[in-house]
């Protein structure tokens, strides 16, 4: 092992490096919220049907399931730093095509391109986090990038009824240009994380990573728990898909799919729709009722932040999907009180309050964290792409499906069905998910080995 040379750690190089990385959750959040705002005034200067305003819509998920496929290969290979800047380019490129262009074909590439860098920064950004933070602090690191995007949707939407006046969707999406130039500039003078550069045999810049952001004793232990791993454990697709990995694979994938199953994004993205269901009719107070529900999304991340760490990442996962659970069932049942009008849509929107705010609390943060720690170091890149690329094609077959399924089993139904989803969520994290506060990513993959040995 090499001889660890004390130095003075650096706090504010690890907030530094927390912080800008995070800022990709923003761009995330945004390119998810600004749609619903920008396309009531797209179609006066871009005219379009509704088959190509589906696919201007879901081109971000149809381009975010190529980023995060293919992003686990390219952030193994050039470096996860390398690929949160590669995702910068793209937003560049993507906003200014949008800002520029009045042509449908040049605006659903443009859409097709920011998906690409929301994928990459899906799985990039998580991964960059949890690697270059000390094990005590890994979990809120991993909820400022869920804490960033869920401001990032509200920060959308607000812009959206800032220059909902003037109608220019155009000034919608170029606010999104300020954040992307701070990550950008901001991660020219980052490092890369320690564990990738000891895979790539570079322990000198490796150790010096460590030694600015750990203790000494801390360094040391990670240090040679990294090359440990790292000859354990080969780099490429076979090795992923290893009979002792099996297990933390799998889990990592159902946990991916199940986060998309509760339902989340769609109603997000549905909000102002699904909120006048409910019996609020008017387009100011659903829009109002959508604006709020954001501001319960993030601030329920916000505490989250605070108890990550505290309980466990294992604890609010349970929690998170048991409230998220019986948030729906409350929501499947109301209409079948033969309540006032009024009354069914005040209780409904506390419902709906209700399932957003222990998604953010449970789900919104842990999902990010488990599916980064779960895996080995070498293995990780490519298992976390997988898993986040499960995640996406989940994201956009329930996308593409919910206004089918919701006149099928009407809204009632339909929130019926996401309480069995989320219930299933529940019981894969109670029996499967091992807690992994204060852990090292080498000692968590101990649980499944012992797991394993007991059947």
Not at 350 to 368: E, L, N, R, Y
């Amino acid at each position: 092992m090499p001889k660890i040379v004390a130095t003075k750690t650096n706090n504010f190089l690890v907030f530094a490096m927390i912080f800008c990385a995070g800022l990709g959750g923003i761009l995330y959040g945004y390119d998810i919220g600004v749609i619903s705002g920008a396309l009531l005034f797209v179609q006066k200067v871009i005219p379009m049907t509704e088959s190509q305003i589906g696919f201007m819509v879901g081109a971000v998920l149809g381009g975010g399931i190529v980023g995060t496929l293919v992003t686990g290969y390219f952030a193994d290979r050039f470096g996860r730093r390398t690929m949160i800047l590669a995702s910068c380019v793209l937003f560049f490129i993507g906003i200014i095509s949008i800002l520029l262009t009045s042509s449908f074909v040049v605006l659903l590439i443009s859409r097709l391109v920011l998906g690409l860098a929301v994928g990459i920064v899906a799985v990039a950004v998580p991964l960059y986090l949890t690697e270059v933070a000390p094990a005590k602090i890994r979990g809120r690191s991993i909820t400022i990038f869920q804490l960033l995007l869920t401001f990032g949707i509200v920060l959308a939407y607000f812009v959206d009824l800032l220059f909902t006046p003037s109608g220019n969707w155009r000034g919608m999406f170029a606010v999104i240009l300020i954040p992307t130039s701070i990550l950008f500039f901001s991660m020219c003078f980052l490092p890369e994380t320690p564990r990738w550069l000891l895979s790539k045999r570079r322990k000198v810049l490796a150790e010096k990573v460590l030694l600015q952001t750990r203790s000494v004793k801390e360094a040391q232990k990670e240090l040679k728990q990294i090359q440990d791993s790292l000859k354990k454990t080969e780099s490429n697709w076979q090795a992923l898909f290893a009979r002792n990995l099996w297990l933390p694979l799998s889990v990592s994938l159902v946990i991916a799919a199940c986060n998309q199953l509760t339902g989340i994004n769609v109603l997000l993205q549905y909000a102002p729709i699904m909120i006048q269901k409910t019996g609020l009719h008017s387009d100011l107070a659903s829009m109002f009722g959508t604006v709020g529900i954001g501001l319960v999304n993030f601030l329920g991340t916000i505490l989250a932040f605070f108890l990550i760490d505290r309980f466990g990442r294992r604890f609010l996962l349970l929690i998170g999907t048991a409230g998220v659970t019986l948030a729906y069932i409350y929501l499947g049942l109301l209409p079948h009180l033969g309540l006032a009008e009024q009354l069914q849509a005040e209780l409904s929107l506390i419902g709906f309050a209700t399932f957003i705010a222990f998604f953010a609390i449970g789900p919104g943060v842990v999902v990010w964290l488990a599916i980064s720690e779960l895996l080995p170091t070498k293995v990780r890149g490519k298992g976390v792409a997988l898993a986040l690329f499960i995640n996406s094609v989940a994201g956009f077959l329930l996308s593409s499906a919910f206004l089918t399924i919701e006149n099928l089993l009407s809204v009632a139904g339909t929130y019926l069905l996401f309480a069995g989803f989320t219930l299933v969520y529940f019981l894969v994290a109670f029996f499967m998910l091992p807690e992994t506060k204060g852990k090292t990513l080498e000692e968590i993959q101990q649980f499944y080995q012992k797991k394993k040995s007991a059947k």
